[in-house]
């Protein structure tokens, strides 16, 4: 900076930069990007709800990012707060599929289903014990059946 520009920066300290004037945001548009992050909505979406009374055109992600930082981050944290906080009520207060859910999310429950295989004798039958089985089941259902090994 010159000796001229930092003398008049002195004697004018209140002068700011030419050019537009930064965006500022209303409550109402702050608590619209605060739910609208809650939701999960892509940043870029965000701004298409916010327009610039300035301008009349929606606020890019630039302006975003510097305007509503506080609310963009407590938004997704206020939402899953709400959220599970109401899993919780409902959970606590009675609400078996609440309950259900709780257990498999948070604890790692699952449902699991135990199929026997009261056959597996078989796996262990020789080629002819097993053809002479097949014989003998198929003849109890009425079907005639002679099978050979070859």
Known sequence: ?????RELKSQFPLCKKAGMPRFGPTDEQRRIVEKASGFGLPQEKICQLIISERTGNPIDKKTLAEAFRAELDRGMALADYAVGNALYERAVGGNVTAQIWWTKARMGWKETQVIENKKAHLDRMSAEDLAKAIEERAN???IKIKLSID
């Open 1 to 5: 900076m010159t000796r001229n520009r």
């Open 140 to 142: 109890k259902l009425g």
